[in-house]
């Protein structure tokens, strides 16, 4: 098994939705174990610590729509940094979220290092509306339109450039919850989309089958990130997350798509989000995380 140095990243950041504790997910899935069980498959780790997130008061942007947008654009500058850093010294970035909106930045840092960077978003939401298309304004349900440069400029240009990701690299596994203006978006810019249709028609194997060959032979991505929300997976496994859809992923299909993202060997960096130990039941949602991270990385039961 190829070691690895894996950089921890804690985004406590709430600031993307409306309900309160999400800021404390990375700290769950510290307490949950992550860096022991990441020790424990024989990759080094080093915990980052947190990124600064400042306080904020939830109002809307005057000319935007959109909540906390200085305070998020703030805090995507510097995780965008931070994880740049990383990835340029060799090491594996895991980041622990914290609200989805943190993959603005998280992909900000990745993107340099690549030419042609895949995407998988494993998520129950397709995460592409704007500040015309989204009715709360919650920066949550924008970053994967963000970075392929579809959106308010501020959050298009962290880092100073756009796109992080060519929309015809992102491939979405889970989805089941997406919006109109997100459906439009998704056939204009012919995202590939695995919902839970194809799943259940499929199973698992067959569509991670795909989506790698897709995003490896027909693509020819030279990387691929891994971003995880905890809601794509049904909320009786992780009942812990702020917008949780009932029919979503099973836990075994989930480690068997970890299980199969590691025997590629392809992810170069993944973020695991949106655990809230607050609406949670005795950190089981935590506990998933660390579980499936296991799996990313190498674990095996014999």
């Known amino acids: 098994m190829n070691k690895l140095n894996v950089s921890l990243i804690g985004v406590p950041m709430d600031h993307g939705q409306n309900r309160r504790g999400v800021d404390m997910g990375p700290s769950a899935i510290r307490y949950a174990g992550v860096k022991e069980r990441i020790e424990s498959l024989g990759h080094s780790v080093v915990d980052e610590g947190d990124v600064h997130v400042g306080k904020a008061d939830g109002e809307r942007d ?79 349900g924008m970053p994967l339109a963000a970075s392929f440069g579809h959106g308010h400029e501020k959050l298009t240009h962290i880092r100073g450039f756009s796109p992080k990701v060519k929309p015809e690299n992102i491939v979405i596994i889970g989805a089941r919850s997406v919006d109109p203006g997100e459906r439009e978006l998704i056939r204009e810019r012919g995202i590939r989309v695995y919902s839970m ?81 607050i609406l949670d039941e005795k950190n089981k949602t935590a506990d998933v995380a660390v579980a499936l991270i296991g799996s990313l990385l190498g674990e095996k039961l014999l």
Do not use: C
């Open 62 to 140: 005057e000319d935007s729509n959109l909540r906390n947008l200085e305070v998020i654009t703030d805090a995507m500058e510097e995780l965008g940094a931070r994880v740049q850093q990383v990835a340029e010294a060799g090491k594996f970035p895991l980041v622990l979220g914290g609200d989805h909106s943190i993959a603005i930045g998280t992909l900000a840092g990745i993107s340099p290092q690549y030419e042609n960077l895949g995407v998988i978003w494993y998520d129950a939401h397709a995460d592409m509306n704007t500040s015309e298309t989204s009715p709360s304004g919650n920066i949550h």
């Open 197 to 277: 249709h194809e799943i259940d028609k499929l199973g698992m194997n067959a569509v991670i089958e795909d989506a790698l060959r897709y995003l490896k032979e027909e693509r020819g991505t030279d990387g691929i990130h891994l971003s995880l929300d905890l809601d794509g997976i049904d909320p009786m496994y992780t009942p812990g997350v702020g917008t949780p859809v009932p029919g979503g992923i099973s836990y075994r299909e989930s480690h068997l798509a970890m299980e199969m993202l590691y025997d590629a060997g392809v992810i170069t960096s993944a973020e695991f989000v949106e655990v809230n130990p």
